[in-house]
């Protein structure tokens, strides 16, 4: 009878590896676990595996029989090392303890980790996104006549391959997914063309053929609707008439229903709302956290989409012109509300910081998004 395992779930190996930036952890390895393959020019080799610090089912290397099963199989339980490397430290549980791979991982992680927020500067390495699909970090280098200029250092969703995708297959691409968002300086971008890339060792030089920042609307000619409560979400009286909010009191209520709403949820606007709750999910207690959520804000201020509905072309935070800082004020929700600060540059405004908490869905709710995602793709594609 074979002995029960408690073993990662797929989305758990997906951020282990992520936050080890597709690099083996151990001690001087610096392998790269996923490449290019000669199978097909769109195929990959992975080679790395998301290794149990402690055994997952009794018997096995460093197992802890005190660990309840949730804990053998979360993410502060896993390590990122290439298969090499997962079978030495499962050889020699005598110098591998426990306590020598969670130190191991903690600097492998702080070293592909950004830089704290007192060290940033225009050159200091930031979030870059490119698409839905790619994320990375890397430094804004500048803008001339081309465009904008970056370098991409290291990916934290996605691959060189991918990169090499994007620019091969930009034509292809749905309008709403051919964008740039650039950390460093709060703002993103339309594409007019495929990016040019040249690649430097490692690293990869991109020029970006960006086109004219999206209107925005003063924060002042924000309409009237309804008020939505901070803590409950629900609509509520005040003065015998159901409240309305307007203008610039608008703005903390779209920020918290544009954030809290998960990307897929809507059926009548899919690429309304956010990945925040996913984001959350993979990096929360970590670095990264703070910087996605400001590039989510960003491509919610700057990116254009199409309801499905009503065919308009609009942005959700439509008065914000820049994200200049984000700050998660808690390490983890209070009935599923994360508080975070944010201090935006709001058009008709200058420069507004206020504290608001995001909705943060849980895994199962997480599942339902994704399942009721794929059925109305699937009834759309029909």
């Known amino acids: 009878m074979a002995i029960p395992r408690d073993d990662f779930p797929q989305h758990t190996k997906n951020a282990v590896a992520l936050r080890a930036g597709h690099v083996c952890s151990f001690d001087g390895c610096g392998q790269s676990t996923a490449g290019p393959s000669e199978e097909a020019p769109e195929a990959v080799t992975m080679i790395g595996v998301a290794a149990h610090i402690c055994a997952a089912a009794p018997g096995g290397p460093r197992y802890d029989r005190t660990m309840t099963p949730e804990e053998r199989s979360h993410i502060d339980n896993g390590i990122w090392l290439c298969q090499t490397h997962s079978v030495v430290i499962d050889r020699d549980e005598v110098t591998y303890t426990s306590d020598v791979l969670r130190q191991m991982k903690r600097r492998h992680e702080e070293s592909r980790s950004f830089a704290p927020a007192s060290l940033r500067a225009a050159a200091a390495d930031d979030v870059i996104a490119i698409g839905d699909g790619i994320i990375g970090v890397g430094e804004f280098l500048g803008v001339d006549a081309s465009g904008w200029r970056a370098r991409l250092k290291h990916f934290i969703i996605g691959d060189p391959l991918e990169l090499v995708s994007y620019a091969s297959n930009f034509s292809s691409l749905t309008p709403s997914n051919q964008y740039v968002l650039m950390n460093a300086i709060g703002d993103g971008r339309v594409l007019r063309e495929a990016p040019a890339i ?46 309305r909010v307007s203008g610039l009191d608008a703005l903390p209520q779209n920020l918290q229903t544009s954030l809290g709403l998960a990307m897929g949820e809507s059926p009548f606007h899919r690429r309304a709302g956010s990945r925040i709750s996913l984001f959350y999910r993979d990096f929360a207690k970590t670095r990264w956290l703070e910087q996605l959520i400001k590039m989510e804000i960003i491509r919610l201020a700057s990116i254009p989409a199409v309801d499905e509905v009503t065919r308009a072309t609009y942005t959700s935070l439509r008065c914000v012109d820049l994200v200049r800082e984000v700050e998660v004020l808690a390490d983890s929700p209070t009935k599923q509300r994360l508080p975070v600060r944010v201090a935006l540059d709001v058009h008709g405004v200058g420069r507004w910081q206020h504290d608001i908490s995001i909705f943060i869905l849980n895994d199962e709710q997480l599942k339902r998004v994704a399942e009721r995602d794929h059925s109305w793709m699937t009834v759309a594609m029909r």
């Open 198 to 243: 040249t690649r430097k060792g490692n690293e990869y030089d991109i020029t970006f053929a960006i086109q004219t920042s999206y209107p925005r609307v003063r924060a002042q000619d924000i309409g009237s609707t309804f008020a939505i409560s901070p803590e409950t979400g629900d609509m509520f009286v005040k003065d015998g008439n159901i409240a």
